[in-house]
């Protein structure tokens, strides 16, 4: 262990460090899922024509083959995008000509973004029956057809739960593809270990934290972890509110306020964790969330104070969150029903100043992820 702590920090912190492991790895995965599939294929297809069979084991090998294509190619066009700027990532905003290139080379891999969740996005649909339900509201069209309500005009914060395998993938999907927005995202420290996430993303506006999700430690060590888990939510939300000042009209800050993926062992955990701490009121009212873990305040009002013009939304979905291990995904593909969400907006002028005020509003407005999510559970789990 004492030595795994700094080699991880040193793959984390060095890119040529990484990318020397990362990039070879992907590579001979690439390579052997290739060779793979077509085996797969033969040998499944038995099992996959019986009634009622579902090909489990080829769908997830033709979306693996898919997804590490779809990383080299990816690559490949990232290299492309640095040779067409002279093999420099652009930098601004030093002069107003150094700015500009530094604003084309983020639009451009902000393209090369889409398109490659767009390709993951259309094989999800094909092979996991993916499929995303919005909120409707009849809006003033002509034709009176109900129409899938728009976001605010302005920088955006949006703070959305965190459930299943891939919603924030599906998330930044929509805000670049339909919302027509740029994401500034908020990722774990790990996913830096992906090579395409590790490359394009440092050449957007990110930041990736370190959100240990669990805590939990030895009773003779809990001093000392309280003091480093508490130095490191003061950094992650510096980096927060870094990543949220100097926001565009076309900008969405995408925060994860759980700081991981929910699931009952977590949540426990977690309100064990406020009562430690003296938070009785924060304890009592994560007691009452069933269907995710409590905010953490820290790095959204971090967020809020660097970006005091932009308007908050809350999202909810659900249809992935009852996949919380790896047997869970096996099970439930394909998938049965959609994924259903929705958000709502509060401007910047309704959002409290007071800290109190603040953290009551946050809370409550949490509070209402999870009774949406539970609404819309509950016939999806009886089913």
Not at 256 to 269: D, Q
Not at 362 to 371: K, T, Y
């Amino acid at each position: 262990m004492g030595v795994g702590i700094p080699v991880r920090r040193a793959v984390l912190r060095f890119p040529l460090l990484r990318r020397t492991i990362s990039i070879p790895v992907l590579l001979f995965f690439a390579v052997l899922t290739f060779a793979l599939v077509p085996v797969i294929g033969v040998l499944t297809a038995p099992f996959a024509l019986r009634p009622g069979g579902r090909g489990r084991a080829f769908r997830f090998s033709v979306f693996l083959a898919v997804y590490l294509a779809s990383e080299i190619s990816g690559l490949a066009s990232c290299v492309v995008l640095w040779g067409r700027a002279g093999f420099r990532a652009p930098k601004g905003p030093a002069t107003s000509q150094s700015s500009q290139k530094s604003q084309a080379y983020q639009e451009a891999n902000f393209r090369l973004l889409a398109r490659l969740l767009n390709r993951l996005y259309a094989a999800a649909g094909k092979l996991y029956g993916l499929q995303i339900q919005l909120p409707e509201t009849v809006g003033p069209s002509r034709s009176g057809v109900p129409k899938v309500p728009e976001l605010p005009p302005g920088p955006l914060i949006i703070l959305s739960r965190h459930g299943g395998p891939g919603d924030s993938f599906l998330l930044i999907h929509a805000l670049l593809v339909h919302g027509g927005r740029r994401p500034r995202i908020v990722l774990k420290d790990t996913l830096v270990l992906d090579p395409l996430i590790d490359v394009v993303l440092h050449r957007v506006p990110h930041c990736f934290i370190d959100p240990n999700p669990d805590g939990g430690h030895a009773e003779d060590e809990q001093d000392q972890d309280k003091h480093a888990e508490n130095e490191r939510g003061e950094k992650a939300a510096a980096e927060i509110g870094r990543l949220a000042a100097g926001m565009g009209p076309a900008d969405a800050l995408v925060v994860f306020p759980e700081g991981g993926n929910f699931t009952p062992g977590r949540r426990i955990r977690a309100i064990t964790k406020l009562r430690s701490r003296g938070l009785r009121d924060s304890a009592n009212r994560a007691r009452r969330l069933h269907h995710v873990l409590p905010p953490r305040p820290a790095g959204v009002f971090a967020a809020i104070d660097a970006a005091p013009d932009a308007s908050v939304v809350f999202v909810a979905h659900t249809g992935l969150d009852h996949m919380e291990s790896v047997a869970d995904v096996w099970r439930s593909v394909p998938l049965r029903k959609p994924v259903e969400a929705t958000w709502w907006t509060i401007p910047a002028s309704r959002i409290p100043v007071d800290r109190e005020a603040r953290l009551r509003w946050l809370q409550d407005n949490w509070a209402e992820v999870d009774a949406w999510i539970g609404q819309h559970r509950d016939g999806d789990a009886a089913s």
